[in-house]
């Protein structure tokens, strides 16, 4: 089972009360404090999937250049950005971004990036630490000297005390999905089965099953990777970005 096929198109819907908007002004004032600033900036998204943050970004004034290794997460960005464009008369003229299909552990772009930005957990799906080790040297790569970057990693606490081994659900109109968990805390790797039923136009649902797999990391070993890639000024920090659980802590570090 892959993971991001059918749920691509229903992604949305689930995951409407993400605090888009406030990552978006996090990430903008974290970026702004290095001196990579909105208006003349170009920006990498890792993990962008359905594109709704790199819209977030690109409405600040970024550049943005999306990079997914999903397919289905991809056209569910481009169609997202044509409704903004069939909505609005100007909002979405003046937003510069692109997508690209490549994976974050190696991936390519045509400029060097103002900075650097992931967010919603996107980097615990590097299940392995050398993979983790070739995302931040593909990063360091793609950024121009003095470049930003920022990601942001869910705690172990939460996979440990939150998800643990227990089953979640969720029911609309025309989807629902069940979500079977399972965490290893002696390996750190948080496993899910996910089965999503989305209604057809005449009346039946369409079964998707996929499988996820992440891994909580320590914070002080995602440190010693940031300074082990050649990063310099790496912090690790925590502020409240929307979520009452503080689920999540998050990295910045610096091309020299």
């Not at 996090?26 to 594109?51: D, F, M, N, Y």
């Not at 943050?53 to 289905?72: M, P, T």
């Not at 967010?119 to 360091?140: G, P, Q, R, T």
């Not at 069940?178 to 079964?207: H, P, Q, T």
Request: proline letters at 2%; charged letters at 30%; glycine letters at 6%.
């Amino acid at each position: 089972m892959e993971a991001y096929t059918g749920f691509a198109y229903v992604y949305d819907k689930f995951m409407s009360d993400m605090p888009y908007q406030q990552w978006a002004g996090l990430i903008a004032k974290r970026l702004a404090q290095k001196g990579v600033l909105p208006g003349e900036s170009q920006i990498a998204e890792l993990g962008c999937g359905t594109g709704i943050f790199s819209i977030e970004l690109a409405k600040r004034g970024y550049g943005i250049i999306g990079i997914d290794n999903s397919e289905d997460m991809l056209v569910q960005a481009n169609m997202n950005m044509c409704e903004l464009e069939a909505a609005s008369d100007n909002e979405a003229d003046n937003l510069q971004i692109v997508y690209t299909l490549q994976d974050m552990t190696d991936f390519e772009i045509p400029y060097e990036a103002d900075g650097v930005v992931s967010v919603c957990d996107s980097m615990n799906y590097l299940v392995e630490a050398d993979s983790l080790k070739k995302c931040f040297k593909s990063v360091w790569r793609a950024l121009r000297h003095g470049g930003v970057f920022i990601f942001d990693m869910k705690k172990e606490a939460f996979y440990r005390d939150v998800l643990a081994d227990n089953t979640f659900s969720d029911c609309m109109e025309d989807c629902t999905y069940i979500w079977n968990n399972y965490y290893n805390a002696d390996e750190m790797l948080n496993e899910y089965e996910l089965s999503v039923f989305v209604k057809c136009d005449d009346g039946r649902y369409e079964r998707y099953d996929e499988y996820h797999v992440q891994r909580a990391y320590m914070t002080e070993d995602v440190m010693e990777l940031l300074r082990g890639a050649g990063f310099i000024d790496a912090e690790a920090f925590e502020e409240d970005a929307g979520e009452d659980n503080h689920e999540r802590i998050y990295f910045r570090a610096v091309k020299p």
